[in-house]
């Protein structure tokens, strides 16, 4: 079967802090991966997408990094939170042509 | 660049009603169309998918059409039940591996 995992659910981080939040998949080899957030009022906007091992498009310059070191896993990080990087972070993938999200990590960053 | 809009922003309707939900893009060149519903705190749950060749797509309750040349989409919700209360989100992916454009949804209340 074909699945996403996303963890943690919830974070509160201080300002300064690092972040890194995983996500795998399973089903399918070589699948692209995304990250999108979702900010109060601002819908949801793709962070960074990766078409396989190694291989990162960012879409908005960011105080965040993202990384695929393995095929199934996808990771977003950052050295020093800022108070704007709170928000909801997705994982996201497109196994069969639809897309399908993880269940969400509600960052807050205080 | 995609740009997708979403009207109405918020909708409050009594139990049992027919609704429609309207979605619409600037460019037609998509690949496929996604509806997805978000439940308060939560992650998204995919509701239909329409691809660019089809006109309409259904699940139960839902029926999901699309024309591509006016870039519009609706989904139309039958017989609607308090557990339909939640947000509404429109998504249109282009033909390259860059993710999906959103709306910013429209937020739906069904009274009991």
């Known amino acids: 079967s074909q699945t996403i995992h996303q963890w943690p659910a919830t974070l509160v981080q201080p300002v300064g802090s690092p972040l890194s939040l995983e996500c795998t998949v399973e089903?399918?080899?070589?699948?692209?991966l995304y990250w999108y957030r979702q900010a109060a009022g601002r819908g949801l906007q793709l962070l960074f997408y990766s078409v396989g091992i190694g291989q990162i498009s960012s879409e908005v310059p960011q105080n965040l990094s993202a990384s695929r070191p393995q095929d199934r896993q996808f990771i977003l990080s950052s050295k020093k939170l800022l108070l704007s990087d709170s928000g909801f972070y997705l994982c996201a993938w497109s196994p069969g042509g639809g897309y399908t999200f993880g269940s969400g990590t509600r960052l807050t960053v205080v | 660049k995609q740009e997708v809009t979403q009207i109405p922003a918020a909708l409050s309707v009594p139990e049992g009603e027919n609704l429609v939900l309207n979605c619409s893009f600037t460019d037609s060149a998509i690949y496929n169309l996604q509806w997805f519903r978000q439940d308060p705190g939560k992650g998204l749950t995919s509701l239909l998918l329409?691809?660019?060749?089809?006109r309409e797509q259904t699940s139960g309750r839902l029926n999901a059409s699309l024309d591509k040349s006016s870039g519009r989409s609706t989904l139309y919700i039958a017989a609607s039940q308090p557990g339909d209360s939640a947000t509404y989100l429109c998504?249109?992916?282009?033909?390259?591996?860059?993710?999906?454009?959103f709306g910013k949804g429209t937020h739906l209340i069904i009274q009991p």
């Open positions: 998504a249109v992916k282009g033909g390259g591996a860059d993710g999906l454009t």
């Open positions: 329409i691809q660019s060749s089809q």
């Open positions: 089903g399918t080899s070589n699948p692209n």
